[in-house]
């Protein structure tokens, strides 16, 4: 069944017309990049920050600037990744790399949301996280994102390649 699914995206009308367009497949591939860089960035400034950098900004503050940020990067790289995906349906999903990219991106995702809901609880978002060394659970949360989105960002380079 899945296999099906995935040959009738390959198959379909919009995969075939990014697949012969000379310029459409290739914008969608920069918006995909673009929406990489604002996601990654965001993220990696905040792991920086969890990580013991920028100890003056308030993680509230960095917070309340980056999340929407990386919202934003997740719905441009995740909706110009599908169509970049539905070129190439059934030998993508068949890629370990890329599967390898959808297990540490999912990864990624659990860890934003395990953190965000441990920072709730522990009242890292507060004024007086500023200035204040990062707690190694912190740092911890901060470690294990950069990392894994970096593997994502690897993961999705070595995809095209191999």
Aim: with cysteine; glycine share 10%; charged share 10%.
């Amino acid at each position: 069944m899945l296999a099906e699914i995935l040959a009738g995206l390959e198959g379909s009308v919009l995969a075939a017309g990014l697949r012969s367009s000379k310029w459409v497949y290739p914008l969608v591939n920069a918006g995909h990049i673009a929406g990489i860089a604002l996601l990654f960035g965001s993220i990696a400034a905040f792991d920086l920050r969890l990580m013991g950098a920028w100890r003056r900004v308030p993680l509230d503050a960095l917070s309340r600037v980056l999340v929407p940020v990386a919202v934003i990067g997740l719905i441009i790289a995740a909706s110009c990744g599908s169509l970049l995906f539905i070129v190439k349906a059934t030998e993508y999903a068949a890629a370990p790399l890329f599967q390898t990219k959808m297990l540490m991106l999912a990864i990624g995702l659990a860890n934003i949301l395990a953190y965000h809901v441990v920072a709730r609880r522990r009242g890292w978002s507060s004024h007086s996280q500023a200035v204040a060394a990062p707690a190694p659970l912190q740092r911890l949360f901060g470690a294990v994102s950069f990392g894994v989105w970096l593997s994502v960002l690897v993961l999705g380079r070595l995809v095209g390649y191999f």
